[in-house]
């Protein structure tokens, strides 16, 4: 592969989980209980696939205007996920980033089982897992700019640079390809700042439904495309 078709950070959207339980006659929960055995399958085939990044946006911060019931189920759903698999994710050697707000509207107790995970895994050496959760693209690059702003740096001296430094994707290369899944051709706010040459991929079928033989798919289409990164 040439070097600028090298797929070194795949982003997921997961989109649908609702829409397949409906479409399937199942409860909204059980999408989401699919959905996040797809992440985990997803992930630990990008490991095998060599794949040195990937980032999924399981909850927007916005998400967390849904109902008080299906939050809390979420939630729960969430804690219950990452006891299933850390013990995996340890073994597989890959290493797992929270990437969001670390606190509200998130309750303390999830986040802090994420930053435990983050700590359990920082020495790993494979693929890294970037999970988005409590995620929102302005409010991260209101963060940066909080930062900045509190860390003295004058104005004549901040670079792009400083502001990648300060992003909660840090040290992470921008995303070659971003999927977003159940046919919806918008980003929502993901990653505005890494996203500037990006290649974007809308399938119209639902994250429960995101194969390992459709991630293959994926690398097809991404194969396909001519990224010129602003050149002729």
């Keep these: 592969m040439a070097e600028e078709k090298t797929l070194k950070h795949l982003a997921i959207i997961c989109d649908g989980n609702r829409r397949w339980a409906r479409e399937n006659g199942k409860l909204e929960m059980q999408g989401h209980e699919e959905g996040a055995k797809r992440v985990s399958e997803l992930a630990e085939e990008g490991q095998k ?37 850390r013990q995996k994710i340890i073994d597989q050697n890959i290493r797992f980033r929270l990437c969001g707000l670390r606190g509200a509207p998130a309750p ?84 505005p700042w890494q996203m ?14 995101f194969t390992k033989d459709k991630l293959k798919d994926a690398f097809d289409v991404f194969e396909k495309r001519n990224r010129r990164f602003g050149k002729i």
């Design 196 to 209: 500037n040459y990006s290649e974007f991929y809308f399938p119209k079928f639902s994250f429960p439904e």
């Design 49 to 85: 696939l060599g794949i040195p990044v990937m980032s999924f946006w399981v909850m927007g911060i916005d998400n967390f205007k849904r109902s008080e019931t299906e939050v809390s189920w979420l939630m729960r759903l969430g804690r219950i996920h990452l006891k299933r698999t």
């Design 108 to 191: 303390k107790d999830v986040i802090e089982m994420y930053e435990k995970m983050e700590e359990e895994t920082k020495n790993n050496t494979g693929m890294i897992l970037n999970l988005c959760f409590n995620y929102g693209g302005r409010a991260e690059i209101l963060n940066a700019v909080k930062e900045i702003v509190t860390s003295g740096i004058k104005p004549e001296d901040i670079t792009e640079a400083t502001i990648e430094q300060h992003l909660w994707t840090a040290g992470l290369p921008d995303p070659d390809l971003i999927i977003r899944t159940s046919g919806e051709q918008r980003l929502s706010g993901f990653m």
